[in-house]
């Protein structure tokens, strides 16, 4: 039985992986009401994910994860770009654009700034930890704003894999801490609104860290957080490879 199950679900491994994501899930989010939400299954998830990760390269020696496994190979697909890009937009679609706009410049103004202030302390970071050359400061900087960011960047100007590792890292970190100290914090942040969660999404800018946080808060303000961060991670990667690279050339030449 345990023979016709195994080849089965070698045959199919986008299901499969489909199947182990739902019951990481569902086994996350019970583990997250044990803590009333505090921690929330999002955040459960993908430390569960980053782990299996983790001994998927050990096991194998390869160098992505779980899906160098044969039977869980489908996780290449499913995590790639194209499904985690339309899970990302797909959050927009439950925006009000009436009260998107109470956002207004504030919004605009916490987007702008956020990029700008996560680039300069990835990169300060990078350059104390002997990254030096402006394309490592750049890429680690990039990370800093998002795990999205970071490898753009990287791609973009020529980074080693070891500094683009690094700045997905920072990303993964990031996006960790703003899932858990959302809910924490809401109450003085005053996240209690549509138009107060797109800033908070313009300021936080990671997408799955707004978005887990968000919806241990209220899971009505997802998908005005989630928009607004979405808008910072493709504002980050149009400005950090160019203006913020070429900013750090001027600086370190």
Do not use: Q, W
């Not at 489909?18 to 430390?47: D, E």
């Amino acid at each position: 039985m345990f023979d016709i199950l195994y080849s089965t679900m070698e045959k199919v491994p986008l299901i499969t992986a489909f199947v182990t994501v739902g019951v990481i899930m569902a086994a996350s989010y019970a583990i997250g009401k044990l803590t009333n939400n505090r921690i929330h299954g999002s955040a459960i998830a993908i430390l569960v994910g980053l782990i299996l990760a983790y001994i998927g390269g050990e096991i194998t020696g390869g160098k992505k994860g779980i899906s160098d496994i044969t039977l869980f190979s489908g996780f290449a697909l499913m995590g790639g770009g194209m499904l985690r890009d339309f899970a990302i937009v797909s959050t927009a679609f439950g925006v009000k654009l009436e009260e998107l706009k109470k956002a207004g410049l504030p919004g605009v103004l916490a987007l702008i700034v956020s990029v700008v202030i996560a680039t300069v302390i990835g990169s300060a970071t990078a350059y104390a930890f002997g990254y030096t050359s402006p394309v490592d400061m750049a890429t680690i900087g990039g990370g800093a704003t998002t795990f999205i960011v970071g490898p753009v960047t990287g791609a973009a100007l020529g980074a080693s894999s070891e500094v683009i590792a690094l700045s997905v890292a920072a990303g993964v970190v990031k996006s960790i801490a703003v899932m858990i100290l959302t809910p924490f914090l809401a109450k003085i942040a005053g996240l209690d609104n549509p138009a107060a969660a797109a800033v908070y999404g313009g300021l936080m800018g990671t997408t799955s860290g707004v978005s887990a946080g968000l919806a241990a808060t209220d899971p009505k303000l997802v998908p005005y957080g989630a928009l607004t961060a979405t808008f910072y991670t493709g504002f980050g990667c149009l400005v950090v490879p160019s203006i913020g690279y070429m900013t750090l050339v001027a600086l370190f030449g």
